[in-house]
């Protein structure tokens, strides 16, 4: 099943159509979504690869696949960042706005250190270590010890 992208030349309009088969993209004629012109001509695309989540996690694991990551510079953290995202597809979602966020502050330059300070529940309640737990977490009242 076929998806092939178009350019309509009456409104520059770039549009997709899925047909059922083959043999049906050489019998229709595509029509512009937008003006419904007929003057329309099919683009060279991207070919898109179905690959499974183990193989996509194991190129995230070859340090050689992180290009010019340079773990000092905010920009560079957020362009990995933003990397994994789309290399971990529909799954990202998962991730939350918050993590949208602090990519998309990574990618305009700010500390990371700001960015935790601005944004304290990211680890969970407070700024702990684990999730959930918050400040003082490692902390012990002198009632833990009682008999």
């Known amino acids: 099943m076929p998806i092939y992208e178009y350019r309509c030349e009456a409104c ?23 003006c419904g012109s007929d003057q329309v001509h099919r683009l060279v695309s991207r070919v898109r690869v179905v690959r499974s989540e183990d193989s996509r996690l194991e190129d995230m694991a070859d340090p050689s696949a992180w290009g010019d990551l340079d773990e000092n510079d905010p ?5 990995f960042m933003r990397k994994m995202m789309s290399e971990i597809g529909d799954e990202a979602g998962e991730l939350g706005p918050e993590f949208e966020e602090v990519v998309n502050r990574l990618e305009s330059g700010q500390d990371p250190e700001q960015i935790e300070r601005d944004m304290p529940d990211l680890m969970g309640e407070g700024a702990g270590g684990a999730p959930g737990m918050g400040p003082g977490a490692n902390e012990y009242n002198a009632s833990d010890f009682d008999d």
């Open 12 to 34: 520059t309009r770039r549009f997709s159509v899925f047909w059922r088969s083959f043999s049906d993209v050489d019998e229709a004629k595509v029509y512009c979504k937008r």
């Open 75 to 79: 920009k560079s953290m957020g362009r």
